[in-house]
């Protein structure tokens, strides 16, 4: 299993529809969860953060912890086709350890 | 600005050849890392420094090394460069704040290695 799993997709929404884009992680101890944007070719871009239980809304972005199930979710409202990119989950364990899920592909069609 | 830096962006060099990626960062962070990323696949770490003087292996076995000898500065050395080595190199940094361990990345450099 591993620490932190994202499914690859592609998911693929309508503009202007929600994209919801899932994590799940393995450690219980876990402190802090990130999500990242990277569009091809590019580097990973922080657009959202996470700490404490519940929701978490940033604009058109909503991140959400369960700590108890061990997910995190992403919510993406009014999607656009520049919102079309890869997103990492990534979550903090402690140390120097942020493991990085191998992302989600969303694609936005106009 | 404060921001982090890479040179070079793109680089196609020899088998055996000798290379350094450059990292620079200007936002005073303590850590600094280097991941490798194969095109649609997940960050690897190789390398981290929590400050000066201080640099550890990442999770993923590699055959480069760093130095830290200066705070802002977190450079990669690959002695002899192979095809293997042709991937993304992504430098980044962080600071932790509370229960915040937010990372910024760099532009990333891109080699290829004939």
């Known amino acids: 299993q591993k620490e932190v799993e994202q499914n690859s997709g592609p998911l693929s929404v309508p503009e202007g529809a929600i994209a919801s884009l899932n994590c799940t992680y393995s450690?219980?101890?876990?402190?802090?969860f990130f999500w990242y944007r990277q569009y091809s070719g590019k580097s990973p871009e922080l657009i959202m953060f996470?700490?404490?239980?519940g929701d978490k809304e940033d604009g058109r972005f909503t991140a959400q912890l369960n700590k108890a199930s061990q997910y995190v979710s992403l919510l993406i409202r009014d999607s656009q086709p520049s919102d079309s990119a890869t997103y990492l989950c990534?979550?903090?364990?402690?140390?120097?350890?942020?493991?990085f899920g191998a992302g989600t592909r969303l694609f936005v069609k106009a | 600005e404060a921001d982090i830096y890479q040179t070079p962006r793109y680089l196609v060099i020899g088998t055996g050849k000798k290379i350094t990626l450059e990292c620079s960062q200007t936002?005073?962070?303590?850590?600094m890392y280097w991941y490798q990323q194969d095109p649609g696949m997940e960050l690897h770490l190789i390398h981290y420094?929590?400050?000066?003087?201080?640099?550890e292996k990442g999770d993923l076995s590699s055959e480069s090394t760093v130095s830290r000898i200066r705070t802002e500065h977190f450079p990669l050395t690959l002695e002899s460069a192979r095809p293997s080595h042709t991937s993304q190199y992504l430098c980044?940094?962080?600071?932790?704040?509370?229960?915040?361990?937010?990372?910024?990345f760099g532009p990333g450099t891109r080699l290829t290695v004939l």
């Open positions: 980044a940094s962080s600071i932790r704040q509370g229960a915040l361990h937010e990372q910024f």
């Open positions: 450690d219980r101890g876990s402190q802090s």
């Open positions: 996470i700490y404490s239980n």
């Open positions: 990534a979550v903090y364990t402690g140390g120097f350890k942020t493991i």
């Open positions: 936002m005073g962070h303590d850590k």
């Open positions: 420094s929590y400050g000066v003087n201080s640099t």
